[in-house]
């Protein structure tokens, strides 16, 4: 079973830039293609941003294009976010995901970690 610890969250003026992380463990973790996800208050839990098994293929939700970039350490069993530019909507908690294909939307697991809390005031 897949271990999942996201962590790098706080709080954030509109505009600043945080980074996440997340640490895998618990099986081939660079057989995955890996998956960002994010759940505001009062909203279903939402993809945010994906990258293949290898880490040279990324792909984004359209509100995060451009802003967030995705990016992965497989020696570290690692996937990184960096978040610039962020903007008080961005608000919410972040939590990781293997994805079962690149480009795909859904999560590998139905089950999560306890994600890392980011809050952008205006």
């Known amino acids: 079973q897949v271990q999942l610890v996201e962590s790098g969250g706080g709080l954030v003026q509109a505009g600043g830039s945080l980074r996440l992380s997340c640490a895998a463990s618990?099986?081939?973790?660079?057989?995955?293609?890996m998956g960002w996800f994010r759940q505001a208050p009062g909203k279903e839990r939402e993809f945010v941003a994906g990258i293949n098994s290898g880490g040279g293929r990324t792909y984004y939700t359209d509100s995060v294009k451009g802003r967030f970039t995705i990016s992965r350490d497989n020696a570290k069993n690692t996937v990184y976010l960096q978040m610039n530019s962020l903007k008080p909507e961005d608000t919410a908690v972040y939590y990781c995901?293997?994805?079962?294909?690149?480009?795909?939307?859904?999560?590998?697991?139905?089950?999560w970690g306890q994600g890392t809390q980011v809050t952008v005031s205006s």
């Open positions: 618990g099986r081939t973790f660079s057989s995955y293609a």
């Open positions: 995901n293997a994805v079962p294909w690149y480009g795909s939307s859904s999560p590998e697991y139905d089950y």
